[in-house]
């Protein structure tokens, strides 16, 4: 396994909570696509990782919801090149990127009131609606 995922100077994954594995991809290739596995699947377990935070954990599991397998973990895939090491390297950084994704705090937000003044222009062009319906009608109540 390579060395350990650098996902930001304060965190880094340890290669030992990743996994990865290579299988057959199809398109272009020639033979050589019958013969070597180059697509990777690389496999985290961030419930199993002491590198998360509880937080980014289910940051991370809501963000990466349609890559989880079974046992919850995320499953990155890549065929893009025809080199198996390649692969491993874009898929370590998709994975990356999810991390850092999940590692970004959402702004709470803040219940505000429409203001006074955009009240009466809603309620301003509600009656001039109201009106210019009220006059296709041709004057007949």
Avoid: Y
């Avoid at 996994?19 to 990777?40: D, Y």
């Avoid at 990155?76 to 080199?83: G, Y």
């Avoid at 705090?105 to 301003?124: I, Y």
């Amino acid at each position: 396994m390579p060395a350990d995922l650098v996902v930001t100077n304060e965190v880094v994954v340890p290669a030992s909570e990743l996994s990865w594995t290579a299988v057959r991809a199809g398109g272009p290739g020639g033979q050589n696509v019958n013969k070597v596995a180059t697509k990777v699947e690389l496999r985290f377990a961030p419930l199993e990782s002491r590198v998360l935070s509880e937080s980014v954990c289910r940051r991370l599991l809501a963000l990466a919801a349609p890559r989880l397998d079974a046992e919850r973990r995320i499953v990155v895939t890549c065929e893009t090149t025809r080199s198996q090491s390649q692969n491993l390297e874009l898929a370590r950084e998709r994975l990356a990127e999810l991390i850092r994704a999940a590692l970004v705090v959402p702004k709470r937000r803040r219940k505000t009131r429409p203001s006074a003044a955009s009240k009466r222009r809603r309620l301003d062009e509600k009656r001039r609606t109201s009106e210019k319906k009220h006059a296709r009608r041709g004057g007949a109540d």
